[in-house]
Nanobody, 127 residues
């Protein structure tokens, strides 16, 4: 599976932004997909995850209530809609896929839980 994250850019604090993770190859529609981010000088951290059907999602406390993860299995794409962006949201955002077929849960928050990674997309938030 090859993953490509895009949609990052420069936004102002309070603005919304939607990131996309497009996949090719494999059986992406059956996998758990997660978003992670890494700010300068910090470790990569979990942001959100979604199970294969979209019926289960999980979020980091830092983005809960401001972000929505969703997927379109026909387009092999997972989205991360982020609203009310804050300067502390500025980071390189990565999408990742876990090769667990038809998982009923989305509770995979560790980097080691995931098998495939895309390149990152940079989100810059100006205050």
């Amino acid at each position: 599976v090859q993953l490509q994250a895009f949609g990052g850019g420069l936004v102002q604090a309070g603005d919304p932004l939607r990131l996309s993770c497009a996949a090719s190859g494999g059986t992406f529609s059956t996998y758990v997909v997660g978003w992670f981010r890494q700010a300068p000088g910090k470790e990569r951290e979990f942001v959100a995850a979604i199970n294969w059907s979209g019926g289960r999602t999980s979020y980091a406390d830092s983005v809960k209530g401001r972000s929505t993860i969703s997927r379109d299995n026909i387009k092999n794409t997972v989205y991360l809609q982020m609203n009310s962006l804050k300067p502390e949201d500025m980071a390189v955002y990565y999408c990742a896929a876990k090769r667990r077929y038809y998982s009923t849960g989305a509770h995979y928050t560790g980097e080691s839980d995931y098998d495939y990674w895309g390149q990152g997309t940079l989100v810059t938030v100006s205050s």
